[in-house]
């Protein structure tokens, strides 16, 4: 079964502080790919990163940094010294071998995340 | 380069209607999916279009259909409309259909409405 748990709904920090979200996938494939998207206020699905499962490099983009560990099947993202500009809903997703036949991205949850002045 | 963009923005429907909304891929894109995200939820897969065919579908009846147009741009139909449609539509395009690696990007969304 292809599954993505994102078991944090909603977390509150004060700007600058670090945050941490979770994401733990289900798959049986051997060959998928991990995504986060970031949805603000407006509802509009931003995309921040793609990793294939062939590339546990851990991946740093400014503020951002992704933590890929398939022996946990857990793909965290981390957002160092948080700014308010960064509340939104989070989203990790999977897409496998099977599901990217018919196109399907496979979605957590999702978290909110509220950054505090 | 011209995002996804996607029209109307709201929307307000009866039960038992039917609504139209409409999904123009990004420039260089010629697949398009559809996906339904209700309060609170994650976007569930509705179906996708390549070639102007359906490619792939999720558990949604058949009362969700769709159409792709030669210049890639998309309509989600849905006929008689129940309370639990109203969510938020969002339309993605990506550049091929059958690749895990691909990226979809996302429309703004149609926040529907049902009354």
């Known amino acids: 079964a292809q599954k993505v748990t994102q078991a944090q709904t909603e977390i509150s920090v004060v700007e600058k502080e670090d945050v941490t979200l979770d994401c733990v996938y289900e798959?049986?494939?051997?060959?998928?790919?991990l995504f986060w998207y970031k949805q603000p206020p407006s509802g509009e699905l931003v995309f921040l990163i793609r990793?294939?499962?062939?590339?546990?490099q851990n991946e740093i983009s400014g503020r951002y940094s992704w933590n890929f560990q398939k022996s946990t099947s857990s793909f965290n993202f981390t957002i160092t010294a948080s700014q308010v500009v960064d509340s939104a809903v989070y989203f990790c997703?999977?897409?496998?071998?099977?599901?990217?036949?018919?196109?399907?991205?496979?979605f957590g949850q999702g978290t909110t995340l509220q950054v505090k002045p | 380069e011209t995002g996804v963009t996607q029209s109307p923005t709201h929307l307000i429907k009866t039960r038992g209607q039917q609504v139209t909304l409409r999904c123009s891929s990004q420039?260089?894109?010629?697949?398009v999916s559809w996906y339904q995200q209700a309060l609170g939820q994650g976007p569930q897969f509705i179906f996708q279009?390549?070639?102007?065919?359906?490619?792939g579908r999720g558990n949604f009846p058949p009362r969700f259909s769709g159409l792709q147009f030669p210049n890639y741009s998309s309509e989600l139909n849905v006929n008689a409309l129940e309370l639990d449609d109203s969510a938020l539509y969002l339309c993605?395009?990506?550049?091929?259909?059958?690749?895990?690696?691909?990226?979809?990007?996302f429309g703004p969304g149609t926040r529907l409405t049902v009354l």
């Open positions: 279009y390549y070639r102007e065919e359906e490619n």
């Open positions: 798959t049986r494939d051997t060959t998928y790919y």
């Open positions: 997703a999977l897409s496998d071998v099977k599901s990217s036949n018919t196109g399907k991205l496979i």
């Open positions: 420039s260089g894109h010629n697949t």
């Open positions: 990793r294939n499962s062939f590339d546990e």
């Open positions: 993605a395009s990506s550049s091929t259909p059958l690749r895990a690696t691909d990226t979809q990007y």
